[in-house]
């Protein structure tokens, strides 16, 4: 997909590595000037070389006092990736509280605290925005020692929505992206049994997971001018999963 950010700048969070680090490759190939938020500062430095220009910040976005501090004066933003995440497999008789927490703090916390600081910035600014939230398709399904994790993106539907709701009068528009399995290092370890893969893997109509590709291209579209009138909504990329 080939789209033009020239003159915009875009923040996209869980930067570092899998969906987030291509998304800002993409961008920054396309024009825009990023800001690139990892917790993890080796890859950011990694990043940096492969897209000079960028703005490297390392922040843990589960920490809200230092994303405070961190982001709190991070300047004009046109686009947002919310795409930072933990994905910690517990059964759900054995969720602990911390993994409770920390998934929680990451996945769902963090979008409303970025979310305010950027979209705020736009409203004060007068300019219309986008927001894109890296969402999953276990928002809507079921996945074995995922109870946790699919909450955090079931509730960010529902954020989802009242975001582009509440947001949509500033000409600020929320969506998200609902990727089934993707094969970063995160996907790697949900699917790390071979037959368990295989067997979801055939559950899909498509007979695929999705590749990084896929999502970041639905994420462009989302942010560009080529979805103006799309607001609340989210983009399944899973390969037929729902539909079966």
């Given amino acids: 997909m080939q789209l033009n950010f020239s003159g915009l700048r875009a923040l996209v969070t869980g930067a570092g590595k899998g969906i987030g680090r291509d998304t800002v490759k993409a961008l920054h190939a396309s024009g825009a000037q990023v800001v690139a938020v990892s917790r993890t500062n080796s890859d950011l430095v990694s990043l940096g070389k492969e897209c000079p220009g960028i703005e490297p910040v390392c922040v843990d976005l589960g920490d809200w006092e230092a994303t405070a501090r961190a982001l709190g004066g991070v300047g004009p933003v046109d686009l947002l990736v919310n795409n930072a995440a933990v994905a910690v497999l517990q059964p759900f008789l054995e969720v602990t509280k911390e993994a409770f927490d ?101 559950r899909h109509p498509l007979k695929k997971f999705a590749e990084v590709e896929d999502v970041v291209n639905s994420i462009l579209f989302l942010l560009s001018d080529c979805s103006t009138s799309t607001s609340g909504s989210g983009i399944l990329v899973d390969a037929g999963y729902l539909a079966s």
Avoid: W
């Fill in 102 to 202: 920390r998934s929680f703090n990451v996945n769902l916390r963090a979008v409303f605290q970025v979310s305010q600081i950027v979209a705020r910035g736009m409203i004060a600014r007068g300019v219309p925005g986008s927001i894109v939230n890296v969402s999953s398709m276990v928002a809507h399904v079921t996945f074995p020692s995922l109870s946790t994790y699919s909450s955090t993106k079931g509730a960010m539907t529902m954020l989802t929505k009242t975001m582009a709701l509440e947001l949509g009068p500033h000409k600020i528009r929320v969506n998200s992206v609902n990727p089934t399995v993707v094969l970063t290092a995160m996907g790697q370890n949900v699917c790390e049994d071979p037959e368990l893969a295989r067997r979801l893997k055939e």
